[in-house]
């Protein structure tokens, strides 16, 4: 058995520093990660002031190296739904000093790959564009050999039908919502379906990490019949639930989650965490590509450190 390799997860900061300290303090209780993954919505409108003061807190708490994507509130800068969204993304790829909005990466023989919307003023009701260029470049790269666990898939944005908020119910999933994120949701769809390695993970929701929907295995009509693995990466800063009329309305309660990932070969294993509390929400256990899915009830916070 080789070494685990563990991830850190976490998204929608939205340039709350004082939470963000909380998250980060609570991931160095546990052994070092190899890698940090900032899911998206990583300032609250793009402003460069806000860029600054994220990245001097990064700077100045220890953690893992940082992979980020791009979120919709990074594209809100004023005017944004009329104007380019050359700024918003210069101004990400300056600070974060990502490659591009897309990128593969590899972590400990790890496969990450980063998507992230080339357009951010959500014409036609769409707040993702990834465009042809990138769905054909995830395409060849999920085509590729794997050397061990799964293939990470990070984007900012949810896939309808999947986890929370997602679903088709009204009462008890925000449809009106997050059906409609991904202009290419079809072609998207149909590319991760053909793939039971990959571990798709979003953010944006805000929805809380203690809902049972908050992990799925989505199975694509023509694809692999194991479909893949989907994780909600929870919010840094408050929460959302559904108002029961197809919508959604802000969560009361302090929200402050994130997940721990740990792979070793070819087993996963995912805590959903509250940080705030020093608790584990959930962790699930699956081998890549099983659709076998183990629940571990009752784990508390320093079972998770082991």
Known sequence: MSQPVRFDVISDVQGDVADLDVALAAFAEFPPADQLLINGDLTLRGY????????ARLAATPHPPVLFTIGNHDFYLPLHKWRSS???????????????LYSAHEVGGVRVLRLGSIDGRERGGHEVVLGDAQLQWLATELAAPRTRGPVLVASHHVL?????ATGDDPVAQAPNVYQRDYAEADRLLEILGAHPEVLFLSGHTHWSLYRDDWFTRRIVAGGDPAGFAVANTGAV????????????QAHDDPQ????????????????A???????????????VGSPDIRQLSGLTWADALS
């Not at 800063?237 to 959604?248: D, I, K, S, T, V």
């Open 86 to 100: 050359s700024t918003a993304i210069n101004r990400f790829r300056n600070y974060t000093a990502m490659p591009g």
């Open 48 to 55: 460069r002031w806000q860029w600054d003061e994220l990245m």
């Open 160 to 164: 309808p039908r999947t986890i929370s």
């Open 273 to 287: 965490l509250d940080f705030a509390a020093r608790a584990v929400i959930h962790t699930v256990e699956f081998a």
């Open 256 to 271: 402050n989650q994130g997940l721990r990932i740990v792979v070793t070969d070819d087993q996963v294993r995912i805590h």
């Open 237 to 248: 800063q408050f929460g959302w639930e559904a108002n029961g009329r197809g919508g959604e």
